[in-house]
């Protein structure tokens, strides 16, 4: 099956200019969840959707940050105006909602630098 | 805050040596994960340990979990230069809830 499909791959920009990362998780995987990892840290999360609607998006800032899933299955991660501290790797996963399987997929990311 | 914590930071072993990864946590935990990570790519998936399992398998993987410790470890066992890369564990509150990720090993296999 085809994996987690996220683009750009890579990304420069200007502080204060705005950015947005698409993903497509694999076909039938309801849940989505976004990820910010910095350099040499664990990924952290940003939000989770269920379908198209938002389950946690607790640790998002949202005063620059948005995400959409508006049809439950390609999202959107938008910051504006970006800051330097944004300059991270971007992880799109996915996961099939159902029984017992919780393992998340994970796209390669999308590594965005902010000068 | 990061739930797990890994130790070592960074490990460096000979090819066909094995290689230990510790990962400690704070909660109780539905499921703990381990996935790898080589330096620019994607996580990818190495096995999931629920909560009331002790021990799993997967070739050369071998991943232990002790609760009442709030433990888990990651064998590699004869290691290649491949298997370089960063190891994280990852944490679920519950099945389908967003994991939680330590800092990390960095594991380097020298040939």
């Known amino acids: 099956e085809a994996g987690v499909a996220q683009s750009p791959r890579y990304k420069i920009i200007e502080k204060r200019q705005s950015v947005a990362f698409w993903c497509n998780p694999i076909?039938?995987?309801?849940?989505l969840y976004w990820y910010q990892q910095i350099l040499g840290q664990g990924p952290k999360l940003l939000i989770q959707f269920q379908n198209n609607g938002v389950v946690d998006d607790s640790q998002l800032p949202k005063d620059r940050f948005s995400a959409e899933r508006l049809k439950g299955v390609d999202s959107t991660l938008k910051i504006q105006p970006a800051k330097l501290e944004d300059s991270a790797v971007y992880l799109c996963?996915?996961?099939?909602?159902?029984?017992?399987?919780?393992?998340?997929?994970f796209g390669p990311g999308t590594r965005l630098t902010v000068t | 805050s990061q739930q797990g914590e890994e130790d070592p930071q960074a490990l460096s072993i000979q090819e066909g040596e094995n290689a230990t990864m510790n990962c400690s946590y704070k909660?109780?935990?539905?499921?703990l994960q381990w996935y790898r990570q080589n330096s620019g790519r994607g996580l990818v998936h190495l096995i999931l340990i629920r909560s009331n399992e002790r021990e799993k398998h997967s070739g050369r993987l071998r991943v232990t979990l002790d609760t009442s410790k709030k433990s888990s470890s990651l064998l590699i066992t004869a290691s290649r230069a491949a298997d370089t890369a960063s190891y994280f564990c990852?944490?679920?509150?519950?099945?389908?809830?967003?994991?939680?990720f330590g800092k990390g090993t960095r594991l380097s296999v020298i040939a």
């Open positions: 076909s039938g995987h309801a849940t």
């Open positions: 909660t109780s935990i539905n499921n």
């Open positions: 996963a996915s996961t099939f909602t159902s029984g017992s399987s919780y393992e998340q997929y």
């Open positions: 990852a944490t679920a509150l519950s099945g389908n809830t967003p994991l939680v």
